[in-house]
């Protein structure tokens, strides 16, 4: 998979598992509206600072973002 899908796939899932919209989102964040739809679609190419600052909005590590199934190791 993509890592902007797999991102965006991950964002919209924790998103929507907080209760949040996206506009509460950019409220929380900075990043607009449409920065972060486009992050959902997987169209949009975060750096790792914006990794940081969208995981620190929602509550959770940069690492829940860009796991391949959302969820924490069991290794």
């Known amino acids: 998979m993509d ?5 965006g796939r991950n964002f919209a ?8 919209t996206q506009e509460q989102v950019e409220e ?11 992050l959902e679609r997987g ?3 975060p750096t790792i600072l914006s990794l940081h600052e969208l995981a620190h909005a929602l509550g959770v590590t940069h690492l ?6 959302g969820r ?4």
């Open 3 to 7: 890592i902007r899908a797999l991102v």
């Open 13 to 20: 899932r924790i998103r929507r598992e907080k209760g949040l």
């Open 28 to 38: 929380r964040s900075g990043f607009s509206q449409q920065y972060l739809s486009g």
């Open 43 to 45: 169209k949009r190419n």
């Open 64 to 69: 829940d973002l860009v796991r391949p199934d």
């Open 72 to 75: 924490e190791d069991s290794r």
